[in-house]
């Protein structure tokens, strides 16, 4: 029996476009004991894994605590295969067969965060990404959305205001896609997001007094917002998980983007798409931003630009 250690992000997002790496290690690997070590906000998408034995809840702590809690809690294994997509100085620590850790490739030039994933194990083409739902997932899913009719997901928050889009132009758009004539007629509109991006949702709500509104933002856990998401028409959000977490769900996504770079971070899949506010900024201003901006910077992104994405992303879906 295969032991492996599968060392991963902290960030949902950053967690989830490692997904098919993971998959694939689960299909190489069918009687594999496998541990994975992540942050605390996305330890529920792998307790939700069958073939994961234990998750190893990495808080984050002053001076690496955390990854000392790592190495205490899988130094004393025999790892067959060690997988850290991290690239963490605890993975050469630990007793490995084999070990594959993530490095710096400046020659590489610029991949997205899911091609970077499968070089680390050296795969010839990158996985495509994927969530697992368990029967409670899809029971919450039921009880939240209403049985046959068409969804429109949305998620108008982010980590970090700069990357948020206008609330009211969240409104114009879902009034705009579930109208008679739109692109979804008669759509329920559905509000996603966590805890703290309830003002956010309110604010979206407050055009929308004339639609069915379902406000999930903070209701859910991240396997029943899966779920949710999986049963949506489209997607519609700023970059953030809940973005990512879609497009793993296999629902059309159309992603908001204007700072950050959408050749890191574009949402995977062939049912995915962005659309983007001016100009994007390197890694280093973007870190400058998160720590100094107040203020959204994706005031030019038009509902109009947003509304045709939308159109040409569902057309392509539906030959997909």
């Not at 046959?148 to 409104?171: C, H, I």
């Not at 908001?256 to 962005?274: C, H, N, Q």
């Amino acid at each position: 029996m295969t032991c492996i250690l599968f060392i991963t992000a902290t960030r949902i997002g950053d967690a989830i476009m490692n997904m098919g790496v993971l998959d694939h290690l689960i299909t190489a690997h069918p009687d594999a004991r496998i541990t994975v070590g992540c942050g605390p906000l996305a330890a529920p998408l792998f307790r939700a894994i069958p073939e994961v034995e234990r998750v190893i809840v990495m808080k984050k702590q002053k001076g690496g605590g955390h990854w000392l809690k790592l190495w205490r809690e899988s130094v004393g294994h025999r790892w067959d295969m060690v997988v850290d997509l991290r690239g963490s100085l605890t993975s050469w620590f630990l007793w490995a067969g084999q070990r594959f850790v993530k490095r710096p490739n400046p020659r590489a030039g610029v991949r997205h965060r899911v091609e970077e994933a499968a070089e680390v194990l050296r795969l010839g083409a990158a996985p495509g990404t994927r969530l697992w739902i368990d029967a409670a997932g899809e029971a919450r899913a039921d009880a939240e959305l209403p049985q046959g009719q068409t969804v429109l997901a949305l998620s108008p928050a982010a980590s970090a205001v700069f990357k948020e889009w206008a609330p009211e132009r969240f409104s114009e758009l879902a009034l705009r896609l579930t109208a008679e004539d739109g692109l979804l007629p008669g759509a329920a509109i559905a509000i996603f997001g966590g805890p703290g991006d309830e003002a956010r949702a309110q604010a979206v709500k407050a055009g929308l007094e004339a639609r069915t509104v379902i406000d999930l933002t903070g209701q859910l856990d991240l396997v029943e917002a899966a779920a949710c998401l999986k049963r949506a028409a489209l997607f519609v959000g700023n970059d953030s998980g809940l973005m990512h977490m879609a497009a793993a769900a296999g629902t059309p996504t159309l992603g908001l983007f204007g700072p950050t770079d959408e050749r890191l971070y574009a949402p995977w899949g062939e049912k995915a798409r962005i659309v983007r506010a001016g100009d994007r900024f390197d890694e280093r201003e973007r870190r400058a931003l998160a720590d100094t901006s107040r203020e959204s910077l994706m005031g030019a992104l038009q509902v109009d630009a947003v509304e045709r994405a939308a159109a040409e992303l569902m057309a392509e879906s539906a030959k997909a």
